[in-house]
C-alpha cells in the first residue's frame, strides 16, 4: 500500500483546484465568453473562481459542468459525468428548462405525470455533460496548460489568461 505525505496531498489537491478552474475558463473561452480572471485563491465560500461577464443559460451550464468534469478527469476516474453529484448541481437543475428552450426542445408538462419531465431533463443534462466532456479532451492540453499557470501565479487575467489558453 502506497503513502502519502501530507505536502503530496496538499499539491495534489491544489492541482485538482486549478484543473477545476481551468475547466470552467477553458470551456467559457471557447464558448467566446469574456473571462477577465481564473483563480485558485479563495473568495468567500469558494476555493476558487472564474469571472466572467453575463451569460446564457447554455453557457451557464455548459460552463458550470466543465469544472467537476475537469477535475473528475485529471482525477482519472471514470469520466462518465454522474448527474446526482456536485454542489454547482442546483443551478444547472434550475437553467435545464430554460436551456430546453434555447435550443427548441418542447419539456412535458403533464401535470399528472412529473416524472416525464424529471426523465427528458436528466437526458438533457447527461447529454450537455457528455459534451463538455468530449470538449475537455480535445482541450485537455489547454487546461492542463492554463491549470498549471494558476498553480504558478494563483491568479490570471486578461492577456496573461489567453496566452495560456491558446
Known amino acids: ?15 485538482l483546484l486549478a484543473v477545476h478552474e481551468a475547466g470552467h475558463a477553458i470551456v467559457a473561452l471557447r464558448l467566446g465568453v469574456d473571462v477577465s480572471k ?7 465560500d469558494l476555493s476558487g473562481a472564474v469571472h466572467h461577464g453575463p451569460l446564457t ?9 466543465a469544472g467537476p468534469i475537469a477535475e473528475r478527469m485529471a482525477n482519472q476516474r471514470d469520466t462518465e459525468y454522474d448527474i446526482s453529484l ?13 436551456y430546453a428552450e434555447e435550443i427548441g426542445v418542447t419539456l412535458d408538462d403533464d401535470e ?28 485537455w492540453a489547454a487546461v492542463e496548460q492554463l491549470a498549471h499557470g494558476l498553480i504558478e501565479h494563483e491568479t490570471l487575467a486578461g492577456p496573461q489568461l489567453r496566452a495560456r489558453a491558446f
Do not use: C
Request: net charge negative; charged share 35%; hydrophobic share 40%.
Open 1 to 15: 500500500m502506497a503513502t502519502i505525505t501530507l505536502a503530496q496531498a496538499r499539491r495534489r489537491s491544489k492541482w
Open 112 to 139: 399528472d405525470d412529473p416524472a416525464e419531465r424529471q426523465l427528458q431533463l436528466r437526458e438533457l443534462h447527461q447529454n450537455v455533460a457528455n459534451e463538455v466532456t468530449e470538449k475537455l479532451r480535445q482541450e
Open 86 to 98: 456536485g454542489r454547482e448541481e442546483s443551478e444547472i437543475l434550475d437553467l435545464l428548462p430554460e
Open 57 to 65: 443559460a447554455r453557457e451557464t451550464i455548459f460552463i458550470t459542468l
Open 38 to 44: 481564473a483563480t485558485i485563491v479563495p473568495e468567500g
